[in-house]
């Protein structure tokens, strides 16, 4: 056995091996704060389609999130393995039913994604396709870059609450006098 079928293999140990036509496999990355790499197999006999979960928090207030996701091209047991076609959705774990964005590439090969101006929260990525009859194999890389709150922000912030003490302070004297 090559090293590549011993990886597949022992991945799909891992993972578990699918018997249906069928697969999905789910995953909590916990919170991402950087760069994040993985790979998601569905092995099996039979595998027509797949569902994937790949769960995840993000704790900036404003949080960009950028990345892919490429199809993995190989056999598993003198089977075929590989994606047909992805279909990748982000949802917000409050709001499993609206998509927060939706790609899709029909020919199996990968998608390059950019979610901007994320809140704070749990979400989820979907991911499905069609496979090759043994199941598909395929990597991602998610790069999480939070957006910091501008330092001139918090300078005007305290500039308008100085001018709005001193203008308490001018009515309160002038009331005073009067």
């Known amino acids: 056995m090559n090293k590549i079928t011993a990886l597949l293999f022992a991945a799909g140990l891992t993972l578990g091996v699918a018997t249906s036509p069928a ?3 789910n995953f909590d990355l916990g919170t991402l704060s950087s760069d994040t790499t993985g790979f998601v197999a569905n092995f099996g006999t039979g595998i027509q389609t797949f569902s994937d979960q790949i769960a995840f928090s993000l704790t900036g207030l404003s949080t960009s999130l950028v990345g892919s996701i490429s199809d993995v091209v190989t056999t598993f047991l003198g089977a075929p ?3 047909v076609n992805f279909v990748l959705d982000l949802f917000s774990v409050g709001d499993p039913v609206t998509s ?4 899709e590439d029909l020919s199996g090969t990968g998608i390059a994604f950019n979610y901007a101006d994320l809140a704070a929260g749990d979400y989820f990525f979907r991911i499905t396709g069609s496979t090759a009859a043994g199941g598909n194999f395929y990597s991602y890389k998610f790069a ?5 709150i501008p330092p001139a922000l918090l300078l005007f ?3 308008l609450g100085g001018m709005g003490i001193a203008a308490y302070r001018k009515r ?3 009331a005073a006098q009067a």
């Open 172 to 174: 309160k004297a002038a």
């Open 157 to 159: 912030g305290t500039a």
């Open 81 to 83: 393995v590989n994606s």
């Open 23 to 25: 697969s999905a496999s």
């Open 100 to 103: 927060l964005g939706h790609y």
């Open 144 to 148: 999480v870059t939070e957006t910091p």
